[in-house]
């Protein structure tokens, strides 16, 4: 579309943004890409679910790419390919070696409040003492799962007094960092581990978890279904949780639907399993009747997906559940120049970023690099989120739309929120007082309810 900036925009930028469709990163008219079009099935095409690309050998740069672009992806035979120590581990092996004897783990994600989900259990038998999952959908997981989150010990809050620093230990030197993974991730390993335990049929809801990061899972003993999507667009500026356990299949009832995942598949004794941020997923021991499926699970910061986060950006804007990526997003697209609660007109905003470029093209030449962003806290995402063509550097076209994309979003966030509550963005949004809670839930509910109206309007119309 025009406008009678473009002009002076086009003088600003150079000769070469007559090449450039200014407006195609426009929110007011960007649409993000579909689901099985950014994550495509494993050669096949058609409805969801599909199933999970896999790679039986991975490399450096493919691994990075993947990472970057935020693709779920099955290393298959893993535990093989790359040596891992913690080959032939079980569920047993925490009962019987003598390092882990003792332990206690906790039951989650089964039908009781959030106050009782830490009930701790000494396991006698993986199979008596189940407890139903409580999952309003026909394809959940019957019963809970069993977690021993040892990364806790290294933050001083373990679940369980009866997890010592001598079990962490194991299990960081039974933990390697493969030869295709950024040697940076090494801290992530060694701080990260949490192992799952789940008898047949038990598994957790479909949920979504809070950090930024990939997560990797290697699936040690058993054979475990996985079911993932993408969180969905949003319309609302939401403040409130979403994907807690099981939220899922409760929004989509309410609009007469069940969950359908993008992927679903088994993975497999061995293989691994890797997992941008934003995903909803679900997990289901499907082995033999008396098996006991164990994995171990990481979350790895380098690189971070910062092509995944641009691609999606209005949904991840306005769900709070990815909050603490806000941060990210702002950092990547205005190279940390702007640390406020506010937006800008697109248009605007294309114009403004004329001088934020200036400022860092350090040697003038008409393209950023990372090492021209070093006071950037993270130049490598920096780049991918705005280096739309994919040749490692941003031209100031590209620049000027990524920001000015990211501005204007922000706008219409800003725009969509209670002037009580505008506040509350860029901060921790959980254990908030009682009167901003009941803000916050009472706003969740406005969204949500004006969200699934629209929802069922378009299904009425098909």
């Not at 009782?116 to 199979?127: F, L």
């Not at 356990?245 to 691994?272: C, I, M, N, Q």
């Not at 280096?387 to 620049?399: A, K, L, N, P, W």
Request: with cysteine; hydrophobic share 35%.
């Amino acid at each position: 579309r025009s406008s009678p900036a473009w002009p002076l925009i086009a003088a600003m930028l150079g000769p070469l943004s007559v090449l450039m469709v200014l407006g195609s990163w426009d929110p007011d008219t960007y649409e993000e890409p579909a689901e099985t079009a950014y994550w495509p099935g494993n050669g096949i095409s058609g409805d969801p679910p599909l199933q999970i690309p896999v790679y039986s050998e991975m490399d450096r740069a493919t691994f990075d790419r993947l990472f970057i672009e935020g693709k779920p992806f099955v290393i298959s035979n893993f535990v093989d390919l790359v040596g891992w120590p913690m080959r032939g581990w079980t569920c047993d092996t925490f009962q019987q070696d003598q390092t882990f004897k003792g332990a206690k783990f906790n039951r989650m994600y089964h039908d009781k409040d959030s106050a009782d989900s830490h009930v701790e259990i000494q396991r006698a038998s993986w199979d008596d003492a189940v407890k139903a999952a409580g999952a309003r959908d026909s394809a959940a997981p019957e019963f809970a799962p069993y977690y021993f989150g040892i990364k806790d010990l290294g933050y001083g809050d373990p679940l369980s007094k009866t997890w010592k620093k001598s079990m962490l230990k194991k299990v960081q030197n039974h933990t390697v960092i493969p030869s295709f993974v950024d040697p940076r991730n090494r801290k992530d390993f060694m701080a990260s581990p949490e192992f799952w335990f789940s008898s047949k049929n038990a598994g957790a809801k479909a949920h979504m978890d809070t950090h930024t990061q990939m997560t990797m899972s290697v699936q040690l003993s058993g054979r475990k279904r996985w079911r993932l999507g993408l969180i969905p667009p949003r319309t609302m500026p939401h403040l409130g949780l979403l994907f807690e356990d099981g939220s899922v299949y409760e929004h989509r009832r309410k609009v007469g639907k069940e969950w359908v995942p993008t992927y679903e598949f088994v993975l497999e004794t061995g293989d691994a399993l890797f997992v941008p941020p934003a995903t909803v997923h679900e997990t289901n021991n499907v082995g033999e009747t008396g098996s006991c499926a164990l994995s171990v699970t990481y979350q790895l910061s380098y690189p971070l997906p910062a092509k995944f986060y641009r691609a999606f950006w209005p949904r991840m804007r306005r769900t709070a559940d990815i909050a603490e990526a806000w941060s990210l997003g702002r950092c990547w697209a205005t190279l940390c120049t702007h640390r406020k609660f506010s937006g800008m007109q697109y248009s605007k905003a294309v114009v403004a970023s004329a001088k934020v470029f200036r400022k860092f093209d350090k040697n003038s030449d008409g393209f950023l690099v990372a090492s021209e962003l070093k006071k950037v806290s993270d130049p490598e995402g920096a780049v991918a989120f705005h280096d739309t063509d994919g040749d490692g550097r941003v031209t100031s076209q590209e620049f000027a739309e990524g920001y000015a994309f990211w501005f204007a979003v922000e706008h219409q966030v800003a725009a969509g929120t209670p002037s009580q509550l505008k506040k509350l963005h860029y901060k921790v949004l959980e254990d908030l007082p009682s009167k901003v809670a009941d803000r916050v839930e009472n706003f969740t509910t406005v969204c949500l309810a004006k969200e699934y109206e629209a929802e069922r309007s378009q299904l009425r119309e098909v």
